[in-house]
């Protein structure tokens, strides 16, 4: 039967998986490498693999195939993740996560697939994106609960007003990300550069989206701030304090990557560092509204008394 640590370790190289995917495939789209395999599920019309091919460069090919093998490190690291718990017989809440993993990973491939065979189109791009977002929030709540005692009481951490709060501060976290898409449809870095074909893409003033797009980041961190003197007030537990100091310090660090791609032209490091610093925000924020929420062993389940 895996031990918690081995469970624990399991759904953290799930977490690292769903995020690095993001970050991969920002990679896919900075170089130009969207079609590098131009056909789904294979990467060439009969062959799984990249072949020398005239009109795609062999970099085009290996980067958008390099891509396509980490789907193989999401799907292990799904399948290891329902294995763990399965074999752990945990409770049927961190069962349903766990499954949510790999069954993300078969949606995420098909929204792939509709890209590629598409032509990249901007809206299918930002999808691919928001499901991956989507699934790294699922993955630390994950990671959260099987650190959890399955033979317990659910109890709050923080009065019920700031966990709504937080919610709140989720739902702006999600308008930041669809703006971002949107920027990101509307930019310089469509995902292919071949003459012979068009990426479609979102004819929307840059300039505009970007502004939308920096104040739903500014009210985030206004919200998480406020959030953060309510918490003072009440004394919350550390773990929460720590979260909640760490995530200040993340969408930060997001906002200032933001602004030097904004002033420098968006150069390609920039874009995948943001996608990533994206994904990292959206964990943080999902650790934080996990911490607000407990579970108590059960009498039989906590420690005897030690006099020490």
Avoid at 44 to 65: I, M, R
Avoid at 266 to 293: D, E, I, K, Q
């Amino acid at each position: 039967m895996p031990s918690l640590r081995v469970q624990r370790l399991v759904s953290f190289l799930v977490i690292l998986t769903q995020g690095g995917i993001s970050v991969t495939g920002a990679i896919v789209r900075v170089t130009a490498s969207g079609l590098g395999c131009p056909t789904w599920p294979q990467c060439f019309p009969g062959s799984f693999t990249p072949v020398p091919h005239a009109e795609v460069a062999v970099v085009h090919q290996v980067v958008e195939f390099g891509n396509r093998m980490i789907t193989f490190l999401v799907v292990l690291t799904a399948i290891a993740a329902v294995l763990a718990v399965t074999r752990a017989r945990r409770r049927r809440e961190v069962l349903i996560y766990a499954w949510l993993m790999p069954a993300s990973t078969v949606v995420q491939a098909i929204i792939g697939g509709i890209t590629v065979r598409t032509g990249l189109p901007w809206w299918t791009v930002a999808i691919h994106l928001l499901a991956s977002m989507v699934m790294v929030w699922l993955s630390v709540l994950l990671f959260v609960k099987i650190g959890q005692p399955d033979n317990g009481a659910p109890t709050t951490t923080v009065p019920k007003p700031l966990r709504q709060l937080t919610i709140l501060s989720g739902a702006i976290l999600a308008a930041v990300l669809v703006t971002g898409t949107l920027v990101t449809g509307a930019g310089p870095h469509a995902g292919d550069k071949s003459l012979d074909r068009v990426v479609p893409r979102l004819e929307v003033e840059i300039t505009t989206l970007v502004h939308m797009h920096s104040s739903l980041l500014v009210a985030y961190l206004s919200l998480i701030v406020a959030l953060g003197f309510g918490l003072t007030a009440v004394r919350a537990p550390r773990p929460v304090m720590i979260r909640l100091a760490a995530l200040v310090a993340l969408v930060c660090a997001q906002g200032l990557v933001g602004i030097v791609q904004f002033y420098t032209g968006v150069p390609a490091v920039l874009v995948a560092v943001h996608v990533a610093g994206a994904a990292t925000c959206t964990a943080a924020t999902a650790a934080l509204w996990a911490s607000m929420r407990d579970r108590v062993p059960a009498a039989d389940d906590q420690p005897a008394d030690v006099t020490v």
